[in-house]
Structures are given as structure tokens and as C-alpha cells.
């Protein structure tokens, strides 16, 4: 017997928990595992599955949706999104339900052929505000591009007011079933958003205008708690997505005989002194969803760097490249490296970080460990720094 919750009139939660998954797109630590959420919504005439589960899960999935309704009559497949970790059951659960439709937009359409090789005759596309009825109750489909693929839509079942929002909204944990029966969620969330929202942080203020019309009882993600007091975490996506930032900066850096290490440290007094916010990470052995939470409301970025074989160290350089790709709201950067005999990160780093909005407040480099006058000179820098983050 599998554990299946009403969440709200006849709305079942069918997800399965990964406890033990540690990684995610093999990139993301998953520090408490995570569910794939399926839902069922069960109408006085028809029924409908709101997306499926992770490859894998499929046996346990189809225990679920029959401990509640025979499969075999399910009516409806929803596919908010494309992704295998929602959508990758969908053949197992089309075979088992031979008369169900899959409900998409139109490019999830396509990606349902090329991923998943959904037969045509299977295929419902569905344009935004459509709707579909299940008898007492109906489904709206609300077309969400880019969070985070191109083919997303969420589905709202208007008469019990539960939003399904697919990756938006999400968090990264199998513990808990609401979000009041997990501590930490407020960090987890924010982590999922740095990790996997934040580039797309324009679709998600679109998405956020369209929900504002709605009245959401229950937000019910793909991953993670469903949330019966959505309130906080609107809000907090409002911020999110705005791109609004506080007096904090985040120092991200590699150092191999820790002349680079130096000055990273005597910035960040500097910056306590100034009283900043600081969020400090050697890329050794930092957590990239902890970097990825914090650049979410930094103003300031900081990256360190040595010069190794005529470039920046190889972390520095995955480091970078994640910021530049994550795209977060920090304004202002600064650089700080050493070298051996011949520079290189300095002219690297400053390559890559002008691709981006970041204004470079400035950059200290010495020739091998910081002397007092370059530890006066991040000083300096800190200061500058600093002003433009309280400025
Ligand atoms: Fe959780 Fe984008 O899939």
C-alpha cells in the first residue's frame, strides 16, 4: 500500500520520493533527495493525471493511480513540461491507459514525438485559457514558456483553486508533504530558483502577471512540499524574479597556494567591517546550490582566481562560466588573482564577466603571494566596492 493524500476534493497526490538521489542534470547537489510530483485530479466524469515521474518510478506510480481509480480509465494525461523527470513515465502510463490523451501545448507536442514517441492520435494540444472539463470540474491550461524549457504551461482546477506549476514553485527535498513539515524549506526553495529559475527570470515576472488574476488555495509543484499557504513563497518569487537585491555579495574562488585565498579573506573583512553581507565559497569543495541560492539577491560578485598554465584555474573557470550561464541580478563585480611568473586569469575572467551585465568595479592582481601594499590595494578596493553595493 502506497501512501496516497487528498489534497483537496477528490485531488490526490500520486508523486514518488527519491530519498537518496544525490545529483541532479549531473550538476545540482541534492542535499535531502527529491519527489517527481504526479497528481490526479478525479472529476465526477472524467479524469485526469497532471504529469508523471522520473524513469524508474513507473511500477510505483501506477500503485499509486490504482489504488484510487482503475488506470485503465484514466481519461487525461497532463504534460506541464517535456522534461523525463515529469514526463518520462508517459509511455508507461499511456500503455497502461489506453483511452487517455495527452494534454500539451503545441511544442510540447513536438517534444512528446522526439522524446517519448507519443503516437499522434494521443495528442491533445491545448492554447492558453483553454480549458477542459471533467464534469464538476475543469482544468485551465495556462501557457508558461521557458520556466525553464520552452514547451511549459501550468494547469489551475478552478473549482478547488490548486494550482499545478510544474518546476516553478519547486524545491529540491523528499522530506515533507506541505511545506510547513519541512524546516529549511524557505532555503531549499531558494536554492531550486538560483539553480534553475533564475536565468529565466523575465518569463517568470510574465507567469507571476498571469497568476495574479487566480485565486490559488494550494500551489502543488512538481518537486517537493505542496504549498497550502501560498502566500509567502508568491512573494518571495516576486522578489526572486525581480531581480531584487540586498546588501550581500558573494566571493567565489580557487586558490593554490592561497595568495589568491589571502586577498579573498581580506576583502571579506573589509566588507564585514562595512557591513555587507558576505557569502564566501572556495570552489573546492563548495556546494553549487549554495552558491546558486546566494547569488539570488547578492548585489556584488566576487571572483578569485590564480593563473595556472596561462589561464585561470580550471574551477574558477567552471565558476565563472556557471555565474555567467545562471545570469544572476549582481551588479557590480570585482576580480582578484596571482600569478607565478606570467598573468593571464586577470584578462580571462575580465572576457568573460564583460559578457555580462556585471559593471567591474575593479580588479587587484600580484605577482605571487599579496605584499601589504596589495592587501592596502583590495582594501581599496573593498571600499569602492562596498559603496557601490550600499550606493
Ligand atoms: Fe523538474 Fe525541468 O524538470
Not at 490504482?66 to 488506470?71: A, D, F, L, N, W
Not at 480509465?73 to 517535456?82: Q, S
Not at 585561470?312 to 565563472?320: D, E, N, S, V, Y
Amino acid at each position: 500500500m502506497f501512501n496516497v493524500p487528498e489534497l483537496a476534493d477528490k485531488i490526490y497526490f500520486l508523486g514518488a520520493r527519491d530519498w537518496h538521489r544525490r545529483i541532479f542534470d549531473a550538476l545540482i547537489p541534492l542535499p535531502q533527495g527529491t519527489t517527481y510530483n504526479a497528481y490526479l485530479v478525479k472529476g465526477s466524469d472524467q479524469t485526469a493525471l497532471i504529469d508523471t515521474v522520473n524513469p524508474g518510478f513507473e511500477p510505483e506510480l501506477l500503485a499509486r493511480l490504482s489504488q484510487v481509480m482503475e488506470p485503465g480509465e484514466l481519461d487525461y494525461v497532463v504534460m506541464n513540461h517535456a522534461e523525463p523527470d515529469h514526463a518520462g513515465a508517459i509511455p508507461a502510463v499511456l500503455q497502461a491507459s489506453p483511452r487517455a490523451k495527452l494534454i500539451t501545448t503545441a511544442k510540447g507536442a513536438s517534444m512528446a514525438r522526439t522524446y517519448f514517441q507519443t503516437p499522434e492520435e494521443r495528442i491533445m494540444v491545448v492554447k492558453d485559457s483553454d480549458t477542459v472539463t471533467l464534469g464538476d470540474k475543469t482544468l485551465r491550461f495556462l501557457e508558461a514558456p521557458w520556466l525553464h524549457w520552452p514547451e511549459t504551461m501550468f494547469t489551475y482546477a478552478v473549482e478547488e483553486r490548486v494550482l499545478f506549476s510544474c518546476d516553478f514553485f519547486g524545491a529540491h527535498t523528499a522530506f515533507g508533504l506541505y511545506e510547513d513539515e519541512v524546516e529549511d524549506l524557505p532555503v531549499l526553495a531558494k536554492r531550486y530558483f538560483g539553480e534553475i529559475m533564475m536565468p529565466f527570470r523575465l518569463p517568470g515576472q510574465k507567469a507571476l502577471r498571469k497568476l495574479a488574476d487566480l485565486e490559488i488555495g494550494l500551489i502543488a509543484p512538481s518537486h517537493g512540499p505542496v504549498y497550502r499557504n501560498p502566500k509567502k513563497i508568491l512573494a518571495a518569487y516576486q522578489d526572486w524574479t525581480s531581480g531584487v537585491t540586498g546588501e550581500k555579495a558573494t566571493l567565489v574562488y580557487a586558490s593554490m597556494w592561497q595568495s589568491t585565498e589571502k586577498m579573498v579573506f581580506h576583502l571579506a573583512e573589509v566588507f564585514q567591517a562595512e557591513a555587507i553581507q558576505v557569502c564566501l565559497y572556495n570552489l573546492v569543495n563548495a556546494d553549487l546550490g549554495d552558491i546558486a541560492k546566494d547569488l539570488v539577491d547578492s548585489r556584488a560578485l566576487v571572483l578569485g582566481t590564480p593563473t595556472v598554465l596561462g589561464g585561470m584555474h580550471p574551477l574558477a573557470l567552471f565558476g565563472a562560466y556557471l555565474v555567467k550561464a545562471l545570469r544572476p541580478p549582481a551588479k557590480y563585480g570585482a576580480v582578484l588573482s596571482s600569478y607565478g611568473w606570467g598573468g593571464g586569469a586577470l584578462r580571462q575572467i575580465s572576457e568573460i564577466l564583460s559578457g555580462t551585465n556585471i559593471e567591474l568595479a575593479g580588479a587587484v592582481e600580484v605577482l605571487g603571494p599579496p605584499t601589504a601594499e596589495t592587501l592596502e590595494q583590495v582594501e581599496g578596493l573593498g571600499h569602492k566596492l562596498a559603496g557601490k553595493i550600499k550606493g
